[in-house]
């Protein structure tokens, strides 16, 4: 009999009892919790409680321009300064060129300018290389190295800022990362207003105030009179006035604090209140008591936003900028400059956000899906099982509890995929628990008494499990090395709940099963066990080998040349563009007006069609080609067009350069989890084994995207997320098969191999056929019920899930035949030589 000595059985209670008390949150709310119990909730992902996603990338041209117009000036002033006379002063890319016009004072321009090339503080190299040609040129050279120093920081200090901004806009707990050497990625929780947090970051927010220089008009400096210490700027007027204002700054954003809002004179005017730090304010009282009469223009990015008239000197610490803005635009115009200045110009390459509504309306449908799905399952087991389904579907409650208790610990964001994954965990977690009570059924067949046949049973088992699903865990890996953040909650649930279904089947329901039989002193299996339908079939596999081989190469010939010539219907994340789900806030959705309107925009294809709530539509619009910001200003359009009828609760868009990679991405991909999977399959079993598997896998993967193809569901990421679940799958049903081959070989190395691998394949078949129904089922509750985002994931899923189980059978198998499978050396274990010796065959 199996023994489990008390500290194991004490443990194994307290894991289950500490999953529940941390679990327990999830359930209740907090005004029904003792408080001396922990109150930490699962994190919700942003597409389960709405928020947005967003990618900056920090535009290096920008900084290297910067730098460049700042070592131009500092050129053009030191040699000024030392009285050297020189032409052709210019800079282009990363380099700058000036001819000195006397020889005689090459040398002494060398030496004014040399401190320029001094490296900077902590830096190993300077930032700046000089060199002389003997014409009198001289040549500096911005080096890669120092854009890049001012690439790390130009994105280290937009952290905080972009945060303060978040916050700014209505964002809760917003969390801001670094990605790559250019780019950060932005998650605002709860943001009810996402198009004013990007209105906010279009802007750097520099603040400027400079004298406007009077000794001529603009129009006179701009034809070719232009004053050296002077330039043109612009209003941000249709049509814009110009100015001619003083190179140098008086104050800057630096200078200025607590910035706020009163109301102008008329509606569309405001007042921009600040008060001065103290040096600014000793600076500004100077330059108005020298400057009475003068005019200052405040430019904000370069643009002029007023031109306030100096008429007296101000000692105040106080000041007040009038603004020809409503209050809603200067509201965004304090909130920008209370954040503070961007060091850099961000644009967004990504985003998605989700309407609050539409995440509530998520979670709703993905609880439904999990329950129906549970019931259907749990049903199913007692119905075959009953009390070992009893049993079964407890650990299923255990087992799910587990994974929100790991999730709560950890802080890992659950997902709408991840909710996917828990109600695949529904099937997978059956699985294992099939896998154990057939194997058990087995040896009470076998004449054996039912306790010995639990030790059996179990031991055979967990080796089988252990193959099946370190495949799985390998795809997860890649999964969450290479997803997004909301495939990155899908991988992690999955990851998760592999492992609490080993516990929950090898610990606990191992306990359960122990106390049941010991309680009811069983010889053998009670009659309300009926899992008995595919026993004693002899059902020839591989006699027809060549017809299923040929039916199915067809299949697969035909869904390559559709996705090759048709071609499959690509989701943005592959190919750029925008992605917009909209609600009619009265009456059903208007398809054609909505074609009709954006139409009009000159945005190029546009798609729309409608979902199963009448009110509601999707909106598809094709990369602009006009760089990152191309995407961003076809929303803003799309916004503007249809904000009076219709309310948007989910925008998707993906710039050129994230398509690409995300593209890229995807494919290693895949090829990452094959190649993973084939490998720990060929160290495990042997390579015809290998072969096979990989064989059955792509067979699956290509008719797969078949489907894509004639149904016409977007693929797209989460896609990609399907078919290495499909692939993980489709394994585990194929080890499975491959394990009891095995088996098979060791104990009878002598039988034809058609022969075993038709016994083989009918002594699990019970296992394939229980398990595929039970995982069809909660997919199918999925399908039906879990809502519209993940309805065509589920949909993918159902129909890989039902070409993985026929695989496993009619590929994977037979393809050994092809190899020759019959490895010289197999070891017997201990149990094969003992059914050896006794003379047990298979089936």
């Known amino acids: ?115 320029l090339t001094v490296p900077a503080a902590g830096a190993g190299d300077p930032d700046i290389t000089l060199s002389k040609a003997d014409d009198g040129q001289l040549t500096l050279q911005i080096t890669g190295k120092a854009i890049d120093r001012s690439l790390a920081g130009a994105l280290t200090q937009s952290i905080d800022i ?75 007027d249709d049509p814009p006035d110009a100015y001619l204002v003083e190179r140098g700054q008086v104050l800057s954003s630096a200078d200025l604090r607590d910035f706020q809002i009163k109301p102008g004179a008329s509606d569309d005017s405001s007042n921009l209140t600040f008060r001065f730090s103290p040096e600014g304010a000793k600076q500004f009282a100077e330059l108005t008591q020298n400057n009475a009469g003068r005019s200052l223009a405040v430019l904000l990015d370069d643009q002029v936003i007023a031109t306030p008239v100096i008429r007296e000197p101000i000692t105040v610490d106080t000041g007040l900028i009038p603004l020809d803005y409503s209050t809603e635009e200067a509201e965004d115009l304090a909130a920008m400059l209370r954040s503070g200045p961007l060091p850099a110009t961000l644009t967004i390459v990504e985003e998605r956000t989700i309407d609050p509504g539409l995440s509530a309306s998520s979670i709703h449908s993905g609880l439904v899906a999990g329950v129906i799905g549970a019931v259907l399952v749990v049903g199913l087991m007692v119905a075959l099982y009953g009390v070992l389904g009893v049993i079964a579907a407890a650990a299923l409650v255990i087992n799910i509890m587990m994974i929100l208790a790991v999730l709560t610990l950890l802080g890992a964001p659950l997902t709408l995929p991840g909710v996917a994954g828990i109600v695949l965990m529904i099937g997978i977690a059956v699985d294992v628990s099939v896998l154990i009570y057939e194997r058990i059924r087995e040896e009470v067949r076998g004449s054996t008494r039912v306790d010995q046949a639990i030790r059996v049973g179990y031991s055979r088992a967990f080796r089988t499990v252990i193959d099946v699903n370190i495949t799985t865990l390998l795809a997860a890996a890649i999964l969450f090395y290479l997803g997004s953040d909301a495939i990155r909650g899908f991988a992690v649930t999955l990851a998760i709940g592999i492992l609490t279904t080993a516990f929950t089947a090898f610990a606990f329901t191992r306990r359960l099963v122990l106390a049941w039989v010991r309680r009811r002193r069983l010889r053998h299996l009670p009659k309300s066990v009926h899992a008995d339908v595919f026993d004693g079939t002899r059902i020839r596999f591989i006699g027809i080998r060549r017809y299923s081989f040929t039916a199915l190469a067809a299949l697969s010939l035909a869904a390559m040349l559709a996705v090759t010539t048709i071609g499959m219907n690509l989701g943005i994340d592959f190919t750029g563009g925008s992605f917009i789900e909209v609600k009619s806030k009265q009456g059903p959705a208007d398809l054609e007006d909505i074609r009709t309107r954006l139409s009009e925009l000159n945005l190029g294809e546009v798609q729309v069609r409608r979902l199963r709530d009448a009110s509601g539509a999707m909106i598809r619009i094709e990369a602009q080609g006009g760089g990152e910001n191309a995407e961003q200003s076809a929303i803003t359009l799309v916004r503007s067009e249809l904000a009076d009828q219709y309310d948007f609760r989910r925008v998707e868009v993906v710039g050129p350069a994230v398509s690409g990679e995300l593209t890229k991405t995807a494919t290693l991909g895949i090829l990452a989890a094959l190649a993973a999977i084939v490998i720990y399959i060929w160290l495990r079993f042997e390579w015809q084994f290998a072969i096979g598997a990989i064989v059955a896998t792509l067979h699956d993967v290509i008719l797969t995207l078949g489907f894509f193809v004639v149904t016409g569901i977007e693929f797209n990421l989460t896609s990609i997320a399907a078919l290495l679940v499909i692939v993980g799958y489709s394994l585990n049903d194929t080890v499975v098969v491959y394990d009891r081959m095995r088996e098979n070989l060791r104990r009878y190395p002598q039988m034809p191999l058609p022969i075993l691998i038709d016994a083989s394949i009918n002594q699990t078949l019970s296992r394939t056929i229980l398990t595929a129904a039970t995982t069809l089922l909660a997919l199918l509750a999925l399908v039906l019920f879990g809502g519209e985002v993940i309805r065509s994931f589920s949909l993918v899923m159902f129909f890989g899930v039902a070409v993985g189980t026929f695989s496993s059978i009619y590929i994977a198998a037979p393809v050994l035949i092809l190899f020759r499978l019959r490895p010289k050396v197999f070891d017997e274990d201990e149990d094969a030589a003992a059914d050896e010796r006794s003379g047990k065959a298979p089936v």
């Open 1 to 115: 009999m199996l023994h489990f000595s008390r500290w194991k059985i004490v443990l194994i209670w307290l894991i289950v009892l500490a999953a529940a008390v941390v679990a327990a949150p999830n359930f209740v709310p907090d005004a029904s919790l003792p408080s001396w119990l922990p109150h930490k909730r699962v994190t919700l992902g942003l597409d389960l409680q709405g928020g947005s996603h967003i990618v900056l990338k920090v535009e290096r041209s920008d900084l290297v321009k910067e730098r460049l117009e700042s070592t131009v000036a500092s050129v053009r002033g030191k040699l000024r300064e030392a009285g050297i006379r020189y032409t052709g002063l210019a800079g282009t890319g990363q380099t700058i060129q000036v001819r000195i016009t006397d020889p005689s004072q090459l040398d002494q321009a060398v030496a004014v300018l040399t401190p």
């Open 162 to 236: 972009v945060g303060r901004r978040a916050i700014e806009a209505g964002g809760i707990d917003p969390v801001i990362e670094t990605r790559g050497p250019d780019r950060l990625t932005v998650q605002v929780p709860g943001l009810a207003d996402p198009q004013r947090f990007k209105d906010l970051l279009s802007q750097e927010g520099r603040l400027s105030f400079h004298l406007i220089d009077s000794s001529m008009s603009p129009e006179d400096a701009m034809g070719g009179n232009m004053p050296a210490r002077s330039r043109i700027v612009y209003s941000g």
